[in-house]
């Protein structure tokens, strides 16, 4: 293994897993940290954890097991990959996790970088955008566990980190390579050891992960993952070959429990051509809901079944006042948990899940221990197989194009 990864949600590391593997490299997405060593083939192997909304002390915790186990498959460069949009609380998680890793690699010049072009993520002047708006104008200022309130990702990182955060300006990316790591050397001089870099396009990208070909850590999302396989490939270390893949035929079941913008619109767009079945809050929170049901309900639809708990941000917000944000959270997370399962059971061979929790959630409920990266759905969303007879398609919130879940159904069973 060349490049272990560290990612602290499932969808954000088949996100990475995806960049990877249309890079070139061999990528396996393990659930957790496995307990025994990785196959020979692999060239990149992605740890996923649950961790971004754990607190501070367990996520850095199961961070560092994971960095163990990669260390121990004998990979020489590791990234820390956390959303495009910097999902954090002022606490962290993603300050604290990365200076732990850095303090385990006697790192000294660590790149921040979540910029993801494809999907409007950018970072200018330290500044993280979507689209044409600020992070803190986008949406993200509701998140209902992370809502990102500061644009500034040097601010929004300092009140997470012991030490001062350094910026590499998007004129220097511009420069190429050689002007970033002049840049990260200065920014190390003046006692910066995480330093956040603009990147507005895929080629800043690909500059940045040029500049940090002998780094041993990198952290961003899975853009800043863009240049690195071809720092290993110069040095006659990819294999070229990548791994076949084949569609799935069978059932096909999609559940959604994001309530970003963009999984919203899909959802309604979704449920006007095909059979949708929300799954309310206070339903839920009392005892109304019975995943077997559920499942019933969905194995009787014709077309793409969608069970969804998708709601608006004052809905979310009067649930939360009315129940407790984390009660709620629980609840439907073992509700999608058991769904999951549930449907597989029945023989479900194509499931598709919108939204980060959620996807953690059917991924733990499964008892998946490792997933095949294969073609890519959209930009930063992969299929991915699971066994013999399932195939997973795991988005993030605000991933994946209007007719999202019709897409994703059509393409899972496709040959490609």
Same mark, same amino acid.
């Given at each position: 293994?060349?490049?272990?990864?560290?990612?602290?949600?499932?969808?954000?590391?088949?996100?990475?897993?995806?960049?990877?593997?249309?890079?070139?490299?061999?990528?396996?997405? &393990?659930?957790?940290?496995?307990?025994?060593?990785?196959?020979?083939?692999?060239?990149?192997?992605?740890?996923?954890?649950?961790?971004?909304?754990?607190?501070?002390?367990?996520?850095?915790?199961?961070?560092?097991?994971?960095?163990?186990? #990669?260390?121990?498959?004998?990979?020489?460069? &590791?990234?820390?990959? &956390?959303?495009?949009?910097?999902?954090?609380?002022?606490?962290?998680?993603?300050?604290?996790?990365?200076?732990?890793?850095?303090?385990?690699?006697?790192?000294?010049?660590?790149?921040?970088?979540?910029?993801?072009?494809?999907?409007?993520?950018?970072? &200018?002047?330290?500044?993280?955008?979507?689209?044409?708006?600020? #992070?803190?104008?986008?949406?993200?200022?509701?998140?209902?566990?992370?809502?990102?309130?500061?644009?500034?990702?040097?601010?929004?990182?300092?009140?997470?980190?012991?030490?001062?955060?350094?910026?590499?300006?998007?004129?220097?990316?511009?420069?190429?390579?050689?002007?970033?790591?002049?840049? #990260?050397?200065?920014?190390?001089?003046?006692?910066?050891?995480?330093?956040?870099?603009?990147?507005?396009?895929?080629?800043?990208?690909?500059?940045?992960?040029?500049?940090?070909?002998?780094?041993? #850590?990198?952290?961003?999302?899975?853009?800043?993952?863009?240049?690195?396989?071809?720092?290993?490939?110069?040095?006659?270390?990819?294999?070229?070959?990548?791994?076949?893949?084949?569609?799935?035929?069978?059932?096909?079941?999609?559940?959604?429990?994001?309530?970003?913008?963009?999984?919203?619109?899909?959802?309604?767009?979704?449920?006007?051509?095909?059979?949708?079945?929300?799954?309310?809050?206070?339903?839920?929170?009392?005892?109304?809901?019975?995943?077997?049901?559920?499942?019933?309900?969905?194995?009787?639809?014709?077309?793409?079944?969608?069970?969804?708990?998708?709601?608006?941000?004052?809905?979310?917000?009067?649930?939360?006042?009315?129940?407790?944000?984390?009660?709620?959270?629980?609840?439907?997370?073992?509700?999608?948990?058991?769904?999951?399962?549930?449907?597989?059971?029945?023989?479900?061979?194509?499931?598709?899940?919108?939204?980060?929790?959620?996807?953690?959630?059917?991924?733990?409920?499964?008892?998946?221990?490792?997933?095949?990266?294969?073609?890519?759905?959209?930009?930063?969303?992969?299929?991915?197989?699971?066994?013999?007879?399932?195939?997973?398609?795991?988005?993030?919130?605000?991933?994946?194009?209007?007719?999202?879940?019709?897409?994703?159904?059509?393409?899972?069973?496709?040959?490609?």
């Amino acid at each position: 293994m060349l490049l272990g990864c560290i990612g602290d949600d499932f969808t954000g590391s088949g996100d990475l897993g995806n960049t990877l593997a249309k890079a070139g490299m061999r990528a396996v997405q &393990y659930v957790g940290v496995p307990d025994g060593p990785a196959a020979p083939h692999v060239e990149a192997g992605i740890v996923a954890l649950k961790s971004r909304s754990l607190p501070v002390a367990e996520a850095v915790a199961q961070s560092r097991a994971a960095l163990d186990w #990669l260390r121990a498959q004998g990979c020489t460069q &590791y990234l820390f990959k &956390y959303c495009s949009t910097f999902d954090s609380t002022r606490e962290g998680n993603i300050g604290p996790v990365a200076e732990a890793l850095a303090d385990a690699l006697d790192a000294t010049r660590v790149i921040v970088c979540p910029a993801f072009p494809a999907t409007g993520r950018s970072v &200018y002047l330290g500044h993280l955008f979507v689209q044409d708006r600020l #992070l803190n104008e986008s949406g993200m200022q509701h998140h209902p566990l992370t809502p990102m309130t500061d644009p500034d990702i040097r601010r929004w990182l300092g009140h997470q980190v012991r030490g001062s955060v350094g910026h590499v300006a998007a004129a220097v990316v511009g420069q190429g390579a050689e002007a970033v790591r002049t840049a #990260l050397d200065a920014e190390h001089a003046k006692g910066h050891r995480l330093i956040v870099a603009d990147a507005i396009t895929d080629a800043d990208l690909v500059t940045l992960g040029q500049g940090a070909a002998d780094l041993p #850590l990198i952290t961003g999302g899975s853009g800043i993952a863009m240049g690195l396989p071809e720092n290993f490939r110069a040095r006659g270390l990819l294999s070229g070959s990548a791994a076949a893949w084949r569609g799935q035929a069978g059932p096909v079941v999609a559940l959604s429990g994001s309530c970003s913008a963009a999984t919203r619109d899909q959802v309604a767009r979704h449920a006007a051509r095909h059979p949708a079945h929300e799954i309310k809050a206070g339903a839920l929170m009392a005892g109304e809901i019975d995943a077997e049901a559920l499942a019933d309900w969905a194995m009787a639809q014709d077309g793409i079944p969608l069970l969804y708990s998708s709601a608006d941000p004052d809905a979310v917000r009067r649930a939360q006042n009315r129940f407790g944000t984390a009660q709620i959270a629980t609840r439907i997370e073992a509700l999608f948990a058991t769904l999951a399962r549930t449907l597989v059971a029945r023989g479900v061979t194509r499931l598709i899940s919108a939204g980060g929790e959620t996807s953690g959630a059917v991924v733990e409920g499964l008892r998946l221990a490792q997933l095949e990266i294969g073609p890519e759905i959209a930009p930063g969303v992969p299929m991915m197989r699971a066994g013999d007879a399932l195939v997973v398609a795991l988005k993030s919130g605000n991933f994946g194009g209007p007719e999202f879940f019709t897409d994703a159904a059509r393409m899972m069973e496709a040959p490609q």
